[in-house]
T-cell receptor, first 113, second 111 residues
Framework: AQSVAQPEDQVNVAEGNPLTVKCTYS??????LFWYVQYPNRGLQFLLK??????LVKGSYGFEAEFNKSQTSFHLKKPSALVSDSALYFC???????????FGAGTQVVVTP | IAGITQAPTSQILAAGRRMTLRCTQD?????MYWYRQDLGLGLRLIHY???????GKGEVPDGYSVSRANTDDFPLTLASAVPSQTSVYFC??????????FGPGTRLTVL
């Protein structure tokens, strides 16, 4: 079985400060890891993914994520948050089953001016 | 390019009624998915289709059925709606880069 945990329901950060959204996973075999963002009343949008290779993955809108195999984590980061980054963020993992993602419960990010 | 379209945008439905949520993609992706989004639970997979003519059950398939007659369309049917099926429903397709593309969603309320 595969699972994803996003331990924080909400993350609050001031504009210009670093942003981190945590994600840990459990999966059989090599993990395929993804981050998605959802703005109000919209569908999910792909941010970045880790399949193989460098542990630091760069994605859209200045986001990056670091894959840590020993800690089974894939935390999302942004060096300097913007108010427009306020949204709901989902971590997802795919293991041995082809194409079927397991999503975390989501973390609401609130960036204040 | 529209990507994925879903219809209706929202619907209020009486319990016991039959309802079909429509999903169409124009990206010629083979794999498609239906999820429901509920507060605090994230997205849960209802049904999926790896290619036209095939479908499979996801995490929460009970009360739902799907068909995949062609590559572009992947409708989701609730045969007899119940209040617990009140949710936001998202259709998605899987691109060649392994990421999924999502439609705008259908907000369904079953009374």
């Amino acid at each position: 079985a595969q699972s994803v945990a996003q331990p924080e329901d909400q993350v609050n950060v001031a504009e210009g400060n670093p942003l981190t959204v945590k994600c840990t996973y459990s999966v059989s075999g090599n993990p395929y890891l993804f981050w998605y963002v959802q703005y109000p009343n919209r569908g999910l949008q792909f941010l970045l993914k880790y399949i193989t290779g460098d542990n630091l993955v760069k994605g859209s809108y200045g986001f990056e994520a670091e894959f840590n195999k020993s800690q089974t984590s894939f935390h999302l980061k942004k060096p300097s948050a913007l108010v427009s980054d306020s949204a709901l963020y989902f971590c997802a993992v795919r293991g041995s089953s082809w194409g079927k993602l397991q999503f975390g419960a989501g973390t609401q990010v609130v960036v204040t001016p | 390019i529209a990507g994925i379209t879903q219809a209706p945008t929202s619907q209020i439905l009486a319990a016991g009624r039959r309802m079909t949520l429509r999903c169409t993609q124009d990206m010629r992706h083979n794999a498609m998915y239906w999820y429901r989004q509920d507060l605090g639970l994230g997205l849960r997979l209802i049904h999926y289709s790896n290619t036209a003519g095939t479908t499979g059950k996801g995490e929460v398939p009970d009360g739902y059925s799907v068909s995949r007659a062609n590559t572009d369309d992947f409708p989701l049917t609730l045969a007899s709606a119940v209040p617990s099926q009140t949710s936001v429903y998202f259709c998605a397709s899987r691109g060649t880069g392994d990421e999924q593309f999502f439609g705008p969603g259908t907000r369904l309320t079953v009374l």
